[in-house]
Nanobody
Framework: QMQFVESGGGLVQPGGSLRLSCTHSDSRLNAYRMGWYRQAPGKQREWVAYVSSTNSIRNYADSVKDRFTISRDNAKNTGYLQMNNLKPEDTAVYYC???????????WGQGTQVTVSS
């Protein structure tokens, strides 16, 4: 079963930036939209952003619009989430997956922890 591997999280002060990466091993997934999701403590996982297979269409949740940028490099089977002007409410475990989820039985990875705190 194909699984995503997320990396790049860490502790950052409010207003700071981080760049998350997400890799997978199945090139068939490059034909589908890729999304980033997050789960804050005590809350359900929520969608953050998605990008089309060709990088031409990007969509964001209102809470991250104008601060986050999603992209992908299909030659590397890798997706990215550039996060700027981070806020404490962005603290969560961040995951990637297809958008919508469940395509080609891709499963959730372990995620990467992002903590925004002074």
């Amino acid at each position: 079963q194909m699984q995503f591997v997320e990396s790049g999280g860490g502790l950052v002060q409010p207003g700071g930036s981080l760049r998350l990466s997400c890799t997978h091993s199945d090139s068939r997934l490059n034909a589908y939209r890729m999304g980033w999701y997050r789960q804050a403590p005590g809350k359900q996982r929520e969608w953050v952003a998605y990008v089309s297979s060709t990088n031409s269409i990007r969509n964001y949740a209102d809470s991250v619009k104008d601060r986050f940028t999603i992209s992908r490099d299909n030659a590397k089977n890798t997706g990215y989430l550039q996060m700027n002007n981070l806020k404490p409410e962005d603290t969560a475990v961040y995951y990637c997956n297809t958008y919508p989820t469940g395509i080609l039985s891709a499963s959730w990875g372990q995620g990467t922890q992002v903590t925004v705190s002074s």
